[in-house]
């Protein structure tokens, strides 16, 4: 130990009971009120694979997977591995003029899972890999405008933002980019007419959007690439969310067999730990922004393919391959969609199971009976969507389950587990599950009863 304060691991220890303080003083108060509301104030002390463990040891299973950057689960050991001998080797990292070796490789396996691309081009996030994908399209195409779709989520940066359909992350922040339309989703020819006027540079769309886990019927992604063909627009497949394995394919657009002319990936390429972004795209476009000696850095930024997130790029591929992970999101997905789908026609609440691989919505709705119809419509009615959180919080406290509400006011779970989920754990979440919606189906009970708890407060303050 070279300074003796300067123990991280040590800190983290000593001062883990202050978190809720340290973030109440000088971080997000609001997200610590959340926590503790919700009863999710436990306190994780570690994560490895697909499990966190709580201060008192208890162990959950994590269907959230950090909003999806845990595809090879937490702290991998090749990553840790391949992180560590990067810091040894002492490496020449972000010199800026000179070319690192690490982002040639990463870029070349990228590739392989995309031979109709030649080009990479790395940020730092998802939202900054959205961004350069505007600027690109807008660039070699001449043209303004860009497309996206209604639910829509492609990040909060600006840019993003502008292509993002969800007032509550817009709502406050004053003008968004112009040039940015809404089509509606799997809607052909609703795309055609805005493409008809060949001044959309780009169409951007999630292959399955992550609000809602919305999959398009078959013919929207192959008519919107031909479509964007016929009127010189470009096709950008947004895989931030759903590429690297999470749908049981490497990329989603694999189950339609289209060939974007940019895909974008982030999440789990870090592996969790290095955040890292990569728009894949052909020679042709790519020419077109870098296209002389005195642009050669006219888009980029200072700690794009930096050592440590390319190493972590390689090492998840790499894990992926060996562990054989694209073919076990394909095969646990189909375990875990079955089992839930089953308990459709037993509980009047759950409505429709649908996704791909591991990137699963269930969906809840209003009933039938008159039993459980009067207590639905007064949570409806106080906060759209409450029911779907008050069934996390059992499957969470009960269960030992983390998953989430798939977006604001939304009536779907969703799971988006490590792509390392075993066999074992999918009985977990079967069960998990089970037992939960069917004491939601229960009046009076435990959840009906928690839900009237947060109205009556909600009611009660606001009065
Ligand atoms: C489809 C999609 N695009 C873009 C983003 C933004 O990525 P980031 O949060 O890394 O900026 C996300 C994040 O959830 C996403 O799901």
């Given at each position: 130990m070279l300074y003796p304060n300067l123990d991280v691991s040590e800190m983290f220890v000593e001062r883990q009971a202050q978190r809720g303080a340290m973030h109440t003083r000088h971080l997000n108060e609001q997200l610590v009120r959340v926590l503790k509301t919700i009863g999710y104030d436990v306190g994780f002390q570690r994560g490895t694979g697909q499990y966190l463990f709580d201060r008192d040891g208890a162990r959950y299973l994590d269907l959230l997977s950090g909003f999806g950057v845990f595809a090879i689960g937490r702290n991998h050991p090749v990553l840790r591995t391949a992180l560590k001998s990067v810091l040894d080797a002492d490496m020449p990292n972000l010199v800026q003029m000179d070319v690192s070796t690490l982002a040639g490789i990463l870029a070349e396996r990228l590739l392989e899972h995309a031979p109709y691309m030649d080009k990479v081009f790395f940020a730092n996030s998802g939202a900054e890999t959205v961004e350069a994908a505007m600027k690109f399209a807008r660039n070699a195409t001449g043209r303004n405008e860009i497309l996206y779709c209604d639910h829509a989520y492609h990040g909060l940066s600006y840019g993003a933002l502008s292509l993002t359909d969800d007032s509550n992350f817009r709502g406050g922040f004053g003008s968004l980019l112009p040039g940015c339309s809404q089509v509606p989703f799997d809607d052909l020819a609703a795309l055609e007419k805005a493409l008809s006027t060949r001044q959309v540079a780009a169409f951007i769309v999630e292959p399955i959007q992550g609000k809602g886990v919305n999959i398009p019927s078959d013919e929207f992604l192959p008519g919107a690439a031909a479509l964007c063909r016929k009127y010189g627009t470009l096709f950008i497949a947004d895989e931030i969310q759903t590429g690297l394995g999470r749908t049981g394919k490497f990329l989603a657009i694999e189950h339609w067999n289209v060939e974007p002319d940019m895909v974008l990936l982030a999440k789990a390429l870090s592996g969790g730990h290095v955040p890292v972004g990569a728009l894949l795209t052909r020679k042709s476009i790519f020419d077109k922004i870098f296209n002389r000696m005195d642009r050669s850095l006219v888009h980029g930024s200072?700690?794009?393919?930096?050592d440590l997130a390319m190493a972590a790029g390689i090492a998840t591929l790499e894990v992926m391959k060996h562990e054989k992970l694209v073919e076990n999101s394909a095969k646990r997905g189909a375990q875990i969609q079955l089992a839930l789908k089953s308990m459709i026609p037993g509980f009047e609440l759950l409505k429709e199971v649908r996704g791909k691989g591991l990137m699963i919505g269930i969906e809840f709705g209003p009933p039938k009976s008159l039993r459980l119809k009067a207590s639905w419509n007064i949570l409806e009615s106080a906060n759209k969507g409450l029911f779907c959180q008050l069934i996390t919080v059992p499957l969470f406290k009960e269960q030992k389950i983390l998953t989430q509400v798939s977006g604001h006011g939304s009536h779907t779970i969703k799971l988006l587990p490590?792509?390392?989920?075993?066999e074992e754990d999918c009985t977990w979440i079967e069960n998990s599950f089970r037992t939960v919606i069917a004491d939601s189906h229960r009046v009076p009970g435990a959840i009906w009863s928690l839900g009237k708890t947060l109205v009556d407060n909600a009611v009660r303050k606001s009065a």
């Open positions: 200072t700690f794009g393919k930096n490590p792509l390392t989920i075993t």
